[in-house]
């Protein structure tokens, strides 16, 4: 599985970003797909997933002002970011989990950065 993000950009507190997780390959194995970001100094966290068996979930930073979904019609994953906050400045990551017994496995894309700053 092979993942290409784009949708980053600089923009100012409040202000909105979409991103867009693009996956290739082995796609019908694909279990679950998620965003997750690292800010400067920070470790990587969840942002939010979307899974066939457990549905959807987000980091409490962002509930309600962040949104996940997914158009089957063309296999693409998005993260519609609303009233964006500086705290928000990072690099967003789009994840792929696949699973082949006994394991799961991750797939990462390049990360795209995301800035909010005034």
């Known amino acids: 599985v092979q993942l290409q993000a784009s949708g980053g950009g600089w923009v100012q507190p409040g202000g909105s970003l979409t991103l867009s997780c693009a996956p290739s390959?082995?796609?019908?194995?694909?279990?679950?797909m998620g965003w997750y970001r690292q800010g400067p100094g920070k470790q990587r966290e969840m942002v939010a997933t979307?899974?066939?068996?457990?549905?959807?979930n987000y980091a409490t930073s962002v509930r309600g002002r962040f949104t996940i979904a997914t158009d089957n019609a063309n296999n693409t994953l998005y993260l519609r970011m609303n009233n964006l906050e500086p705290e928000d400045t990072a690099v967003y990551y789009c994840?792929?989990?696949?699973?082949?017994?006994?394991?799961?496995?991750?797939?990462w894309g390049q990360g795209t950065q995301v800035t909010v700053s005034s």
């Open positions: 979307i899974s066939s068996t457990t549905g959807v």
């Open positions: 994840n792929a989990r696949t699973y082949r017994a006994p394991e799961w496995y991750d797939y």
């Open positions: 390959g082995s796609i019908s194995s694909i279990s679950d």
